[in-house]
């Protein structure tokens, strides 16, 4: 079965995009699938941490404890019982072949 290659782009305009350009410089995040969640805090997507580098991981493991509090390992262990990372709404979504045709 072929693997998803879909990916949320947030925008430099969006204060999101500094801390997000930390775990990859174009602000490129994998997502585990095109469809969107809504839960208390709005409209979110799942972040594939499996396409992320264990580098990228850290880094954002890092920020988003300093922005959240907690320690890097609190929130690693949070996001990889769950499975994925949310990332919020706005953002670009990048759809690969896989869903493109299932959406057609």
Request: glycine residues 10%.
């Amino acid at each position: 079965m072929p693997k998803c290659e879909c990916w949320a782009m947030v925008s430099v305009l969006d204060p999101r995009h500094g801390m997000w350009a930390e775990v990859d410089p174009e602000a490129r995040m994998p997502l585990r699938n095109p469809v969107g969640h809504v839960n208390e805090g709005g409209r979110f997507y799942e972040g594939d941490l499996d396409r992320l580098t264990e580098e990228q991981k850290a880094a954002m493991f890092s920020l988003l404890a300093e922005r959240f509090g907690g320690t890097p390992g609190d929130v690693r262990e949070h996001f990889e019982s769950l499975g994925y990372f949310p990332i919020r709404e706005p953002v670009s979504l990048v759809i690969c072949g896989l869903h493109m045709r299932c959406m057609m």
